[in-house]
Nanobody, 126 residues
Framework: QVQLVESGGGLVQAGGSLRLSCAAS????????MGWFRQAPGKEREFVAA???????YYSSSVRGRFTISRDNAKNTVYLQMNSLNPEDTAVYYC????????????????????WGQGTQVTVSS
């Protein structure tokens, strides 16, 4: 059974930083792309960042230069370091795992992923 558990969310002031973690189990995650998405109230879930099985990193334009995704395959964990946070970053953040091994699918598409974590709340105050 695949499980993804996010942690690290919380309340932070604008300009601050947080690091999210996503601990995965149930697969050999080194061969799968991992992604981070977020969903703000009243909005659709949107792509934030992803890292391919090769270690190639992808970012949405809204977070590029502020957020950094990384992975530790030995720990089956993916991280999202978030710096220079602003109130527009307030959302529930979800991690997800690609449905295919060694995939070249579009990592920014929700349909690429088949398992999702429960989400962690990030709130940025102004």
């Amino acid at each position: 059974q695949v499980q993804l558990v996010e942690s690290g969310g919380g309340l932070v002031q604008a300009g601050g930083s947080l690091r999210l973690s996503c601990a995965a189990s149930g697969r050999t995650f080194s061969s799968y792309a991992m992604g981070w998405f977020r969903q703000a109230p009243g909005k659709e879930r949107e792509f934030v960042a992803a890292i391919s099985w090769r270690g190639i990193k992808y970012y949405s334009s809204s977070v590029r230069g502020r957020f950094t995704i990384s992975r530790d395959n030995a720990k089956n964990t993916v991280y999202l370091q978030m710096n220079s946070l602003n109130p527009e970053d307030t959302a529930v953040y979800y991690c997800a795992v690609d449905r295919l091994e060694y995939s070249s699918s579009d990592v920014s598409s929700r349909s690429t992923y088949d398992y999702w974590g429960q989400g962690t709340q990030v709130t940025v105050s102004s």
